[in-house]
């Protein structure tokens, strides 16, 4: 007897990583595990070797999508990566797009909003979805406490209430505003929505949904714990 024949077909294997990503992927978790020292800092030098960037840009990428990056605090460093599509390449008479806040992930310590793999991701979110998106560069700990993330996260909603976004060139529809994050960014997905739809009479988008992935919260914990 076949196996096809006995247990139906064999399920597919997933597709195997280029060799080019798994190297990518190796190089960032090694210095990842250099950077991290005993006492739970980071030499953010050795990060950055590994940590590649990419430059927010005005000019369409290959998606028809276009980047600025927004301070929303510069006295505390708060910034926003804001993906749109060009207005060369938006349909006129489409309806005005949502809005997807994303937080990147890292473990509440590690990486960027211009981290270039977030920054790809956030680009084929804008394509695919047909959304304007905006990534949230929110402080990282330890040297920055617990709960200053969530704070970020908070701040930047008041600031697309209070602002707005900078002239994108296509309408947005600030009522359809959607949270978005993966891994640790789940988490400040989860708690952002949990502290704004808790907020009396909220100032920013009209409505906040909400789409997370669950992470640990081990890093948040201990950037708590630690002395300032």
Partial sequence: ????????????????????VRLRIFGLVTAIDIAERPDGTVNRFVLSLADR?????????????VSADVAVDASRGLWARVFSPSSSSADPAAPALPVLVYF????FALLSAASAPFDGMCRRFCRELGAVVVSVNYRLAPEHRFPAAYDDGVDVLRYLGNAGLPDLGVPIDLSRCFLAGDSAGGNLT???????TATATPSGPPSASLASSCCSRTSAARSARRPS
Avoid: Y
């Fill in 190 to 196: 989860h708690h952002v929505a949990q502290r704004w």
């Fill in 104 to 107: 990147h992930g890292g473990g």
């Fill in 1 to 20: 007897m076949t196996q096809t024949q006995g247990t139906g077909a064999a399920a597919p294997r997933a597709p195997a990583l280029p060799w080019t």
């Fill in 53 to 65: 960037q990419a430059r927010a840009s005005a000019r369409p990428d290959g998606l028809g999508v």
